[in-house]
């Protein structure tokens, strides 16, 4: 008998890998985050989210902190790329290296070096604790935010800039028109990559001492306690922030060309 | 006219390499369409963005009106460029692409939108105002380029093989409409194509480059009935390249007869002869001045293409009416036909060093050679030392010497290690019976040589020097 081989069963372990770890947890976690102790449908944790000062004000402290770690990330990170995007080819290698090479040692120990060095400038951690998580977390994530820039920016055509400068445009002017707008894409990719485990990331939290809570520790609080519902609950509305906010975003970064949506990953 | 633009012995290397384009003088005037045509990688696009601003010649000056802009960067410069593949920003609409240089000199929306409109109207493209740039085709992109150019009335519109992308209908349609616009908009043009027909169809004047190296500047007329070298005659056009000699002044050698022609050389001067192929006229065997037999006919639509063995040229000829494959024609041409031009190199010139074991070293490689020449009466020994006639031994190691190859006697290999030196075939031209190429090695070095056989440009093949082909003699310092 002759075994017919299509290559569309390439896909198989692809769809069961997908159905395995990705669909069912999502339907697990949907099932606990609607139901409570006894298996029946419930809205209970839902509006539960929204009325506890408690998770409303987790909420409200992890985009804080997200918030300001984006956005400092964004800051180095946007020159950082544009330098090495404009680098020479050899010398480009190394520098880029140079930023990737932290991303080889485990988090938490970079973290814990970095604990040793605030709490050496500090005396005390206590004193300072958002300061420390923005600076943990910045220092973390910075890689997250540097590299879909640079890809963006390495992608850039060249003659465009060139175009922008023939017709009158200084270089702060051709950047600004030109360049900035043209790397949106990988600006977005970069704030997505960082936002979120911003927000959820608590064992830099934990490492550097800081006691309050952000999303995902009162997730992982909640888990301990095992109180699946209201833990599931909370996941589920920080998929759908997050879901809403690539939506918006995609909807507001004119992508013309598929290619460029590359840099979205 | 007034010259609009000069440039004056540019040159440029990138990162201390070989220079790209050298020697580069060229004048402009005001409302010429000037054309730099010339293979690729001649050094006509960086002779461009050179003018544009986009690079900094290492020497020399380009004046734009009589002053100085070649440190300028291309913001300061009232130059606008049709990019090769149109850089169109993809993030604006056509309004925005079109009036991006506009805004930046902050006219008012008014007049804005007028000019815009205006210039819409003379590529042709009204109403595509609030279009994409993603949703145009290739021409419409093309069209949205040069207005984008031209919106900004620019001293001189430069344009970057602007139709190499569309398909050849397009292309023909696209040429017209230039050379209609630049009568119309009385802006000077410099064009830059690879295309030698676009050449000579748009331009006032055609400056033909190759190697970094201004070859012929001229009408479209002069560059295609008097090419200054056998380089612009094969690029231009078809045409047969003969080797020949003066017999006398007025009197050129080539295929085994002698020729009228109008060309003054003194006798016995090596001339690269210059044929067209319309310019041959078939005549019965006996009446012509050479003779020979067909071996094949082509037909070309308009003409016929028919080549003759002529002794050892193969001759090709182009006239209306056919000819029997087999049969023996002569072969009669005109004086005003042929065209004589003193010949390139015809031996290698070098500075070289003589290393051990009685080689030399040139051109990026090591070649066998017989330092005798350079003692008369002396000898290699059973050593391997040079003795001289009076008994006495000599070091030459790291002695300079003067190599001199003849052209004729090289031969090329694709195997490596079999020559002394390796490069790549830069150009090459069928000169009857044999081939003349220019090879460079990866440090630059040329060498010429003549081959029967054919080879491919950028072919990578070593260059194999017999040993009584290297001619060895003092550089006149050291003596």
């Not at chain 1, 020159?79 to 190394?94: E, H, T, W």
């Not at chain 1, 500090?122 to 923005?134: M, Q, S």
């Amino acid at each position: 008998m002759k075994i017919y081989f299509s290559r569309k069963n390439l896909c198989i372990p692809y769809a069961l890998f997908l159905v395995l770890f990705v669909i069912a947890p999502v339907l697990v976690v949907l099932y606990y985050a609607f139901t409570n102790g006894e298996g029946q449908f419930t809205l209970e944790n839902l509006v539960g989210f929204f009325t506890s000062a408690n998770t409303i004000g987790t909420l409200i402290y992890s985009m804080a902190v997200a918030f300001v770690v984006t956005v400092l990330c964004l800051v180095i990170a946007y020159p950082v790329a544009y330098i090495l995007s404009k680098s020479r080819i050899k010398r480009r290698n190394g520098l880029l290296i140079l930023f990737i090479i932290p991303m080889w040692i485990n988090f938490t120990l970079r973290v814990t070096a970095l604990k040793e060095v605030l709490s050496a400038i500090e005396g005390n951690l206590a004193y300072y604790p958002f300061i420390n998580t923005v600076i943990g977390q910045t220092y973390d994530f910075l890689p997250f935010m540097i590299l879909p820039i640079y890809t963006t920016l390495i992608k850039l055509d060249k003659d465009l800039e060139e175009a922008a400068s023939d017709l009158g445009a200084n270089d702060f002017r051709t950047f600004l028109k030109v360049t900035l707008p043209l790397s949106m894409p990988g600006v977005i990719s970069g704030i997505m990559m960082v936002f979120l485990p911003a927000m959820t990331n608590y064992v830099i939290l934990d490492i550097l001492y800081n006691s309050t809570y952000i999303m995902g520790s009162l997730i992982g609080s909640y888990f301990s306690a095992y109180n699946w519902h209201t833990g599931s609950m909370i996941s589920i509305v920080l998929f759908a922030i997050v879901f809403a906010a690539t939506l918006i975003t995609n909807k507001y970064t004119d992508i013309d060309n598929a290619a460029d949506r590359g840099a979205m990953l | 006219m007034d010259n609009i633009i000069e440039l004056r012995g540019i040159k440029k290397c990138f990162e201390g390499n070989e220079p790209v384009v050298e020697d580069i003088n060229l004048t402009v005037k005001r409302g010429e369409f000037v054309t730099l045509l010339g293979p690729s990688g001649c050094g006509k696009t960086t002779t461009l963005r050179m003018i544009a601003g986009f690079e900094t010649p290492t020497e020399g000056e380009i004046l734009l009106g009589g002053e100085d802009i070649s440190k300028k960067p291309p913001y300061l410069r009232s130059i606008n460029t049709v990019f090769q593949r149109y850089a169109l920003f993809p993030h604006l609409n056509v309004f925005d692409n079109i009036a991006f240089g506009l805004k930046l000199k902050k006219l008012n929306k008014k007049k804005i939108v007028e000019k815009v409109e205006k210039v819409l109207d003379v590529v042709d493209m009204e109403g595509f105002e609030k279009r994409k740039i993603s949703t145009l085709s290739g021409g419409q992109q093309q069209r949205i380029a040069i207005a984008r150019a031209i919106v900004n009335e620019p001293e001189i519109l430069l344009l970057d093989e602007p139709l190499g992308a569309l398909d050849l209908k397009m292309r023909k349609e696209m040429q017209l409409e230039l050379k209609l616009m630049h009568e119309s908009l009385g802006i000077t043009f410099i064009y830059v194509t690879h295309d030698q027909e676009e050449a000579l169809t748009m331009s006032d004047k055609v400056v033909v480059m190759a190697n970094g190296h201004i070859q012929q500047i001229g009408t479209p007329e002069e560059i295609y009935n008097e090419p200054n070298n056998a380089f612009v005659a094969d690029f231009i056009g078809e045409s047969n390249i003969f080797n020949g000699v003066m017999a006398e002044p007025l009197k050129a050698r080539f295929c085994d007869a002698v020729f009228e022609c109008l060309d003054n050389y003194p006798k016995n001067t090596h001339v690269d002869v210059v044929v067209r192929p319309e310019d041959i006229v078939i005549v019965p065997e006996d009446e012509g001045q050479i003779k020979g037999e067909v071996i094949s006919v082509i037909f070309k639509g308009i003409h016929y293409e028919i080549t003759v063995q002529c002794g050892k040229n193969e001759i090709v000829i182009q006239r209306t009416k056919s000819a029997e494959v087999g049969s023996v024609v002569g072969m009669y041409i005109e004086p005003d036909g042929i065209h004589c031009m003193p010949c390139g190199t015809l031996v290698n010139c070098y500075e070289g060093i003589i290393s051990k074991n009685n080689t030399v070293e040139f051109g990026d490689g090591v070649f066998e050679c017989d330092v005798t020449m350079l003692y008369p009466g002396s000898q290699i020994d059973e050593n391997g030392n040079l003795m001289t006639g009076g008994g006495e031994y000599i070091d030459l190691t790291g002695v300079r010497v003067k190599v001199e190859v003849p052209v004729d006697m090289p031969v090329m290999s694709d195997d490596e290690n079999e020559g002394g030196a390796c490069g790549n075939i830069n150009s090459l031209i069928y000169k009857g019976d044999h081939y003349n190429y220019l090879i460079k090695t990866k440090s630059g070095f040329e060498y010429v040589l003549n081959d029967e056989y054919l080879w491919n440009e950028n072919d990578y093949v070593s260059i194999v020097i017999p040993k009584e082909a290297i001619r060895l003699s003092f550089l006149e310092s050291e003596e």
